[in-house]
């Protein structure tokens, strides 16, 4: 059976266009039909009629109204939701809000994964993501060999809301070495020091990461096409303050970056990916 996906964005594109390279069917359902029938995938009328072709359906949004408005809206996900369908969230969820989806699916019948991902574009078409997943065990191992189709790495936390949460942190780790990496290029720089030379010793030294190996090139060359945007990790970062506000906890390196990051946004780099920040630095 056809495998269905909503939201076709930079990472969402990526990870359907490695299922159907896996040999899945997928199917989608997007707004303007035109965008997703131009990325090559048949767009189905709604939600709704997805569902009712399909076992399985992803969803990989921006945030957590556009999870909620596809599940709620007429001929949303829930009108067609019934004992046996299961729906993968691969959306990067505030953490109240996906308890939430939990109970909204489960209520109806249906079976639901809070499964974020780490990792872009690159690492998701070459199936090498790390897929952190929480919710019913047995959910779980059933949708553990499709993930493992795009995931290499797969984490299970069980309860509901630790999924999303344990994303979050990791997005601060993501944010701080970004903006640290953006910062340390403009410095040497400043200095007078070649940027690939720069970043080549960076990568051998301190800044040696994931981080910066995936985003030497779009330093050096400066082009900020997005893979994981601005926008995307401001959104994060606001939600992982609510986070430390929820435990009645301080934070500090994640204020300054989600300050950075906003001030990139604000300055016009919200759509282009994060590591746009170096202009920022750089000015």
């Given amino acids: ?49 997805l569902l009712e072709k399909c076992d399985t359906v992803f969803l ?15 001929n949303g996900l829930l009108s067609a939701i019934q004992k046996g369908k299961i729906i993968i969230d691969l ?25 974020p991902v780490l990792g872009s574009v690159v690492p998701a078409s070459k199936g090498e993501l790390t897929a952190v997943c929480a919710g019913r065990e047995s959910v779980y191992l059933t949708c553990k060999p499709l993930l493992e189709k795009f995931a290499s790495t797969i ?20 944010g701080s070495f970004m903006a640290t990496i953006a910062e340390c290029t403009a410095l040497g720089e400043a200095c007078g020091i070649d940027k690939k030379e720069l970043l080549d010793i960076l990568g051998a030294g301190g800044g040696k990461s994931l981080v910066l190996a995936a985003k030497t090139q779009k ?13 995307a990790i401001t959104k994060d970062l606001h939600c992982l303050q609510d986070l430390a ?14 300050e950075l990051f906003c001030k990139a946004k604000m300055s016009g ?15």
């Fill in 1 to 49: 059976m056809a495998i269905g996906f909503i939201g076709l964005g930079n990472l969402g594109a990526a990870i359907a266009k490695r299922l159907t390279s896996m040999n899945e069917e997928v199917i989608v359902w997007n707004r303007t039909k035109s965008k997703a029938e131009a990325k090559g995938f048949v767009c189905e009328s709604s939600p709704k009629v």
């Fill in 60 to 74: 990989c949004l921006f945030d957590s109204a556009g999870v909620r408005d596809v599940l709620t809206m007429e």
């Fill in 91 to 115: 959306s990067t969820n505030h953490f109240n809000d996906v308890v939430e989806f939990h109970a909204m699916v489960e209520a109806k019948g249906g079976n639901y994964l809070e499964c």
């Fill in 155 to 174: 984490f299970h936390l069980k309860e509901a809301g630790f999924a999303a949460k344990m994303k979050l942190i990791n997005n601060l780790c993501l």
């Fill in 219 to 231: 330093l050096i060359d400066e082009d900020f096409s997005a893979h994981f945007s601005t926008a």
């Fill in 245 to 258: 506000y929820s435990l009645n906890r301080p934070l500090y390196t994640a204020s300054v970056t989600k």
């Fill in 269 to 283: 780099y919200g759509e282009e990916d994060f590591s746009s920040i170096y202009q920022l630095f750089k000015a």
